[in-house]
Structure formats: structure tokens, C-alpha cells
């Protein structure tokens, strides 16, 4: 590919496409190399720039790093938190617990199927960092689901289960999912796969 400055083209790029392209390049080189092992020098060669035109958009590899894979997994995880209101009257839950579950689920599955790529490297880039976004982005999520969780608990019948930990197993099947789908090459159907999730979930938590 060639390099930034052989072709007109390139000159009239605007600067925010230019650093959209080196994200994008950037990506691809963080999931291949991961973070210890991807250099400045071979993302510039992958956006088909030098590396001085790297440094003109970011200040360090760090920087590159929280704009082209931190930032994008924050955005997923936040529509993930925001996604899937909780209805507002109890003759609404009642009548359509099932189907906003089903919601719920496959709006998550679609979001950790997007963040597949980018789950691996933010978090085992290093230890602490790992820990850092985990704590921030991952259990704040357990966190509001276990609260919308506790606001439907009095609107069907349930057997006593612990929200928080619940919350936890929906997510860690979701995630399986959404890894074994990327990791096998092959399609996930979020919304058939949502479905079976919920009647595991729901069918378990019904009173008997």
C-alpha cells in the first residue's frame, strides 16, 4: 500500500478521515498483535501512512490503543447498560415478561458479538488495565441489570433467586456465545439464541 503523500487522493483526505482510517488500521493490528506486540511503525503501514503522520493525530501507542479499541468498548457496553427499558406498569411486565427478556438478552449478544475482537486485548493487555475496565464497564452492568431485575421481582412468580448472580450467569452465557460464534466462524442468531437463553432462565426462576 502505498505510503501518505504518493497520490492526490490522499492530500484532500480530511483529517478526521485520516484518523478514522489509522483507528481503523489500528484495530485490526491491536486483535492480530495484541497490545505488546503491535508497533506504531505496522500500524501506519497498515493505514498506508508513515509513522510521522501516526504521531500528528496521537501522542503514543497508549493513546492510539484507548482511541481504536478502549473507547469503542466503553460506547458498546454503555448502549448495552441503556438498551432494553424496563416496562413501566405491571400489567405491562406481566403480560410481556417473556418477550422483553428475549429483548434484553439478544440486544446483549449483539453487542458482546461486537465487541468480540476487542474483549480479548483490552482486557488482557495488561493486569491492571484489564481490571480497571472490568470494574468500570463489566460490573456496572451486572449491577443495572440486577437492579431492573429487582424491580420486576414483585410483577411474576418466582422462586427466591439471588438478582445479582443471575444477572452475572445471563451474561457469561452471552458471552460464550458471542465468543464461540467469533472464535468458530460461524453466525450467531442472536434472536433464536435470546429465545433459548430466556426460556432456560425464566423456566428455571418459575415457582413450582
Sequence with gaps: MAAEGSGSSKKRMSAAHRREQILDAAREVFIGSGYAGARTQDIAAAAGVNSALVFRHF?????IFRAAVVEPLKQIM???MDSSPMPSTKEEMTN?????TVVAIATMLKALSAAAPLLGVVLFADRQGGSNFWE????????????????GLGTWSHRDFDPEFTTKLVFGMCLGLAM????MGTPLDADRSAALVTDLLIDGLRER
Excluded at 501522542?59 to 493513546?63: A, G, I, N, P, T
Excluded at 410481556?96 to 422483553?100: A, F, G, I, Q, Y
Excluded at 464461540?180 to 472464535?183: G, H
Aim: glycine share 4%; aromatic share 10%.
Design 78 to 80: 454503555a448502549d448495552t
Design 136 to 151: 468500570e464497564h463489566i460490573s456496572s452492568l451486572f449491577q443495572l441489570g440486577a437492579t431492573k431485575v429487582r424491580q
Design 59 to 63: 501522542e503514543s501507542k497508549e493513546e
Design 180 to 183: 464461540d460464534s467469533y472464535f
Design 96 to 100: 410481556t415478561k417473556r418477550e422483553h
